[in-house]
T-cell receptor
């Protein structure tokens, strides 16, 4: 498969545990935030998003938390499964260009062990 | 099946030889975008298009061109490729993007480009 990051920070968890992946974003005026999952050899896949006027949003087994005070975004995955093993990226839409752009973080590798 | 397709998936070329990577979506999306992905740097936006004949620079546009003559296609052109453009390229599309309106961006499978 394709190598998406040779020196990414890695989070190792046991199957069934909860995972928390953190991201520091860059622009305090960013309006929209997204978490993507990228498996080896594939393009990024949407997981969950949140607008800047919210601080928490829940999906199926995933929760995103937004702390605008410290420009921090987190993704919580409940009951982590082997299929969750992937690289996770946060992304933000800054006001530059009328919020038309998308800026990605460097990514975190999640390794799930049985 | 709704999808974003890219061709070719793999390409090895030499410095200075013009090339085009095609991107096509069948979802009638207005917004399309190109990204490059390099180890440890995440994805960086090259160009994006809000609609037909409307394109704008992303964060790393140098050395690339794009065109949007039809809604479904958004080719990426490297007029004179150089080794620093060796990368993994992704095309993405979305129903709409920006100005308070954000819809899911769907990504293609990627094109691995090597410039020797």
């Amino acid at each position: 498969g394709e190598s998406v990051g040779l020196h990414l920070p890695t989070l190792s968890v046991q199957e069934g545990d909860n995972s928390i992946i953190n991201c520091a974003y860059s622009n305090s005026a960013s309006d929209y935030f997204i978490w993507y999952k990228q498996e080896s050899g594939k393009g990024p896949q949407f997981i969950i998003d949140i607008r800047s006027n919210m601080d928490k949003r829940q999906g199926q087994r995933v929760t995103v938390l937004l702390n605008k005070t410290v420009k921090h975004l987190s993704l919580q995955i409940a009951a982590t499964q082997p299929g969750d093993s992937a690289v996770y990226f946060c992304a933000e839409t800054p006001p530059l260009g009328g919020y038309n752009k998308l800026i990605f973080g460097a990514g975190t590798r999640l390794a799930v062990h049985p | 099946e709704a999808q974003v397709t890219q061709n070719p998936r793999y390409l090895i070329t030499v410095t200075g030889k013009k090339l085009t990577v095609t991107c096509s979506q069948n979802m009638n999306h207005e917004y399309m975008s190109w990204y490059r992905q390099d180890p440890g740097l995440g994805l960086r936006q090259i160009y994006y298009s809000m609609n037909v004949e409307v394109t704008d620079k992303g964060d790393v546009p140098e050395g690339y061109k794009v065109s949007r003559k039809e809604k479904r296609n958004f080719p990426l052109i490297l007029e004179s490729p150089s080794p620093n453009q060796t990368s993994l390229y992704f095309c993405a599309s979305s129903l709409s993007w920006g100005s308070g309106s954000f819809y899911t961006q769907y990504f293609g499978p990627g094109t691995r480009l090597t410039v020797l």
